[in-house]
Nanobody, 121 residues
């Protein structure tokens, strides 16, 4: 069984940093793409950043560009979202969505359980 798990959320003060992790495990042939979403209190879920396989440049939402950075450890099927200079508007549950090809050849679209990020003084 293939699954995706986020970690790294927490409570920080404005201006501080956090790094979230999205780890995929199981019978994985390849990870096609990983997209981070977030849903703030009373808001709709929105795309934060996306990393595609094959060496394409990461994509960022306008509101995080220059502050958030995507990276990956392909050997561990893990994608990291480094979040710098956080502000209160970044408070949200952050979700990882991954498009994964299983060893069976089946393409899966998987969501993690979410990790809470709270930015407050």
């Amino acid at each position: 069984q293939v699954q995706v798990v986020e970690s790294g959320g927490g409570l920080v003060q404005p201006g501080e940093s956090l790094t979230l992790s999205c780890a995929a495990s199981g019978s994985i042939l390849s990870v096609v793409a990983v997209t981070w979403f977030r849903q703030g209190p009373g808001k709709e879920r929105e795309v934060v950043a996306r990393l595609m396989s094959g060496g394409a440049a990461p994509e960022y939402a306008r509101f995080v560009k220059g502050r958030f950075v995507l990276s990956s450890d392909n050997a561990k099927n893990t994608v990291f979202l480094q979040m710098n200079n956080l502000n209160t508007e970044d408070t949200a549950v952050y979700y990882c969505n991954a498009d994964i090809i299983q060893t069976s050849g089946e393409l899966l679209d998987l969501w993690g359980q979410g990790t809470q990020v709270t930015v407050s003084s």
